[in-house]
């Protein structure tokens, strides 16, 4: 389940092989469990169409007998040899029918969710970063819409903070940011945020929510996870982010279920490795410190100030934050 729970995070990774590898072992139970019963009722059908053939030789050998007997006339007996077959073939022909017709429609039911949940793709390949504009006065979630505010040009070296109470659609307009949503009014490189494809624009931006996606295995799985190259456990364990994780486990330390041994502010610093080991050139956190103590926060968005140059931050939170940490307001804060 741990790959299902946050799909707004996997849709950001460069590719699916990690998560399909995660899924293979589950995967092969599920169908193995599912062609057990596949083979019962391949079974119990085949038992079924025997018994059917049993009876239709028991009535024809009852009706030979009784037409040698006399007591059926020869018009019932050539009409029992033609009849019979039909009706015992018909009843095979609609039990499978009804089976196919059962088939097709969840078919065409799953191929019509699809096509309704697909992402649309744009055609300009997303290049070097230099800037991002919003002019946003509305967001869309399906067929509602509802007013949020969000003017400001950010270059790098900047970071804007989204401030406001929960509830108020800053969320949704962190994931507008990485087109998990349709938004108007964001630009980048003064091009519409839409224009851009998704692999592309994806490969540029690295989001983080509070909720923060935990797979199973081990530490050094979930620092690596979704990661475009891979790192020695030498530069893993010189990771300043990752420092205060190694007084207590090691790379090999397994996680256990529901990540039992790991507290908020660890789960939000191996979210923190993971993005800034990609290099992002945008950063989209989403209420990354909002359910961790005020040491960790202060510890976190120190490291978040180391490199900023090089990248555009984006902040999204209803807490305050560092003096100096922020240089650009997005929205009025009220």
């Known amino acids: 389940m741990s790959f299902v729970n946050e799909p707004d995070y996997y849709k950001q990774l460069p590719n699916y092989e990690q998560i399909l590898n995660g899924m293979l072992p589950a995967t092969e139970r599920i169908y193995g469990s599912m062609a057990k019963v596949n083979e019962f009722a391949q079974s119990a059908s085949s038992a079924l169409k025997g018994i059917g053939t049993i009876s239709q030789t028991i009535m024809m050998m009852l009706i030979i007998y009784f037409f040698y007997q006399g007591k059926v006339s020869p018009f019932v007996l050539m009409a029992s040899t033609i009849i019979l077959p039909m009706y015992f ?33 744009g055609t300009v390949t997303l290049g070097a970063v230099e800037s991002i504009d919003l002019h946003v006065s509305e967001l869309r979630v399906a067929d509602n819409v509802f007013p949020f505010e969000a003017n400001a040009t950010l270059r790098k070296g900047d970071v804007g903070q989204v401030f406001g109470a929960s509830g108020k659609g800053k ?22 945020l839409g224009k851009y494809t998704l692999s592309s624009l994806r490969h540029k931006i690295e989001y983080i929510s509070q909720n923060i996606p935990i797979i199973r295995g081990t530490l050094r799985d979930n620092i690596m996870f979704g990661k475009k190259t ?21 790379l090999d330390t397994e996680i256990l279920e529901r990540e039992a041994n790991l507290s908020g502010g660890e789960k939000q610093k191996i979210a923190l490795a993971r993005a800034l080991l990609n290099d992002p050139e945008i950063l989209v956190l989403d209420e990354i ?7 960790t926060s202060e510890e976190i968005y120190h490291m978040l100030d180391v490199g900023r140059a090089n990248r555009i931050t984006i902040v999204i939170t209803h807490d305050k934050l560092p003096e100096g940490f922020v240089n650009v307001k997005i929205n009025e804060f009220k």
């Open 289 to 295: 410190c909002s359910n961790i103590d005020a040491e």
């Open 171 to 192: 969320s949704t307009f962190a994931k507008n940011l990485v087109r998990f949503r349709n938004v108007n009014g964001v630009q980048i490189n003064d091009t519409e």
């Open 230 to 250: 891979s790192l020695s456990d030498q530069e893993l364990m010189g990771n300043p982010i990752l420092q205060t994780l190694f007084v207590s486990k090691t």
């Open 89 to 121: 073939n018909a009843v095979t022909t609609i039990t499978n029918s009804n089976i196919q017709r059962t088939d097709y429609n969840v078919a065409k039911d799953l191929h019509k969710r699809i096509l309704e949940y697909a992402e649309k793709d």
